[in-house]
């Protein structure tokens, strides 16, 4: 009797055992010499501007991004003005990704009728799984060219009168899906100065960071402190921007409130005017999209 | 004493089971294809770990999502990021069996249907999915071969308006794996 019962419990175990461990050591055979894969970080930004400057994002490999920039007049010009509306400052911008750690891209500014190019590389790219890196780093490089008549017409003007240089570090990470966060340190020269004791080289630090709402909604914040003692003829003042990304299919759209009236680094960084206590704030939107310009490879079937 | 023996035998036998033939591979196929009236967007994930227990017809699938490759960057970044959030739910897998594996002869050339069913897991759900392909014995290697349709919305991923009329809500999945005979 006892037997019976002991041949049965081992019958029914033994069933159970080869039915449910069956799969179980497929699963662990198949992944046995399974080698880990580096799994880099994607979208830390949803596009390759935090609010006004720029974030580590490139645009793919093989992508164009076009990117349209536009800032009203400082709010504070009260009705008579539209709070803003009635003047615009736009910046039309090509970007291109010619491989994923190598981007360059250039624009044109209604501000001086201002031409920037740039470059940027990407040098360490935040990853997990076989190799295992906490951030992304990238440098940044422009010049920029305004083509109206000379800023001081008294002076001996050069070509290189009319040229500034941007260059950046960026270093960011993504911390989880939601939250990523940039710090930016800033190198700005300009060629010629309005006065004597203006300085040359101007150092910022700033940076920047996005909090998702959800899948395609983050609210966005940038800062870039400039020291002091290096513009004094013009009263300038730390550039802050707040702003919400708004993601749909191939368009990132960024509504964004800021002090500064520039568009590209040289003027932001270093020519902000607007203090924010003062209502002297720039209802400002980015406009990008993405083309595919060259398709990668996919296999045929 | 008896029961010992038989116990022992049972044992044994299970042993023997999981030694029996099995077939593998990691560079399956997995095509997916959605067709809107606007786009018409397909993916392809080359590295798709199968393996077939001929014994038992244990079947198993695991592929990394991440490893989808679309037509367009932008695409690909999308699925991973809003749609089947990879970071979070980086694999999808397949646990189930091919309920009439005593009908493909391994012996000999040929097409052979399969019933399959068993769980899928994708973006964190589990469902139970029962769906037909063939596989075809040839030259030692086993060929198998489904599609079959998933609704997006099983598996908790949502599809917002503004882009409802470029994503389908049915994806079509073709699964092509040439298995080969795992050494053991």
Redesign the interface.
């Known amino acids: 009797m006892n ?1 019976k019962i ?2 049965l419990l ?2 029914a175990c ?1 069933m159970f ?3 449910v ?3 179980d ?3 662990a ?3 046995k010499d ?1 080698k880990p ?1 580096i ?1 880099y970080t ?2 830390t930004f949803k596009t390759t501007r935090i609010v006004i400057g720029q974030s580590i994002e490139l645009p ?4 164009l991004l076009f990117l349209i920039s536009h800032h009203f007049g400082a709010i504070n010009t009260g009705y008579e003005n539209l709070f803003g509306l009635k003047q615009i400052n736009i910046r039309l911008g090509l970007e291109y990704g010619l491989t994923d750690w190598l981007g360059f891209g250039a624009g044109v500014n209604t501000d001086k009728n201002t031409w920037d190019g740039f470059v940027k590389v990407k040098i360490l790219r935040q990853s997990k799984g076989a190799r295992k890196m906490p951030i992304t780093l990238d440098l940044f490089g422009n010049t920029a060219i305004y083509t109206t008549k000379w800023d001081y017409p008294d002076r001996t003007n050069y070509f290189s009168s009319r040229l500034t240089y941007a260059f950046q570090v960026m270093i960011a990470r993504k911390f ?2 939601s939250l990523s966060l940039q710090i930016t340190p800033s190198y700005v020269h300009k060629n010629i100065v309005p006065t004597s004791a203006d300085k040359n080289d101007i150092f910022t630090l700033g940076g920047g960071g996005r909090i998702k709402v959800s ?2 909604v983050s609210i966005n914040a940038e800062y870039h402190h400039i020291f002091s003692g290096l513009v004094v003829s013009t009263k300038v003042y730390d550039s802050f921007s707040l702003g919400v990304d708004i ?4 368009h990132v759209f960024q509504l964004f409130l800021t002090n500064s009236y520039g568009e590209y680094e040289e003027t932001f960084l270093t020519d902000t005017r607007g203090k924010w206590s003062n209502g002297d704030i720039f209802l400002g939107f980015n406009i990008s999209r ?1 083309f ?1 310009i060259v ?2 490879k ?2 045929k ?1 | 004493m ?2 010992y023996s ?2 022992f035998i ?2 044994f ?2 042993t023997v ?2 030694g029996a033939q ?1 077939f ?1 591979t ?1 560079t399956g ?1 997995i ?1 997916f294809y959605s067709a809107s009236p606007l786009e018409k967007i ?1 993916a ?1 994930n ?1 590295q798709v ?5 001929l014994a ?1 017809g ?3 699938f ?1 592929v ?1 999502m ?1 490893s989808f ?1 679309f ?4 695409m690909q ?2 699925f ?3 749609y089947v ?1 990879s ?2 739910y ?1 694999s999808a ?1 397949f ?3 091919v309920t009439n594996i005593k009908d493909v002869n391994t012996e000999k050339d040929g097409v052979y249907d399969a019933n399959i069913e068993g769980k899928l897991t994708m973006h964190g759900i589990t469902k139970d999915i029962r769906e037909k392909g063939t596989f075809e014995m040839k030259q030692g290697k086993l060929i198998g071969k489904a599609k079959f349709n998933l609704a997006v919305a099983d598996y908790n991923i ?1 599809i ?1 308006g ?2 409802s009329n ?1 994503i389908s809500k049915t994806i079509e999945v073709t699964v ?1 794996i040439t298995l080969d005979k ?1 050494n053991m």
């Open positions: 037997n002991l041949i081992a019958v033994s055992v080869s039915s461990y069956a799969q050591d497929l699963m055979m198949m992944e399974q894969t799994d994607t979208a793919p490999q093989g992508n989880g899906n899948q395609r993601e749909t299919g191939g993405m595919t398709k990668p996919l296999p079937e | 008896r029961a038989i116990l049972l044992v036998m299970t089971n999981a099995k593998i990691k196929h095509k397909e392809h080359r770990n199968s393996a077939l227990d038992t244990g079947f198993v695991k990394l991440k490759e037509e367009k960057a932008l970044e999308h991973n990021e809003n959030e970071d979070k980086p897998a646990v189930g069996k949502k917002p503004t882009v470029n092509d795992a």
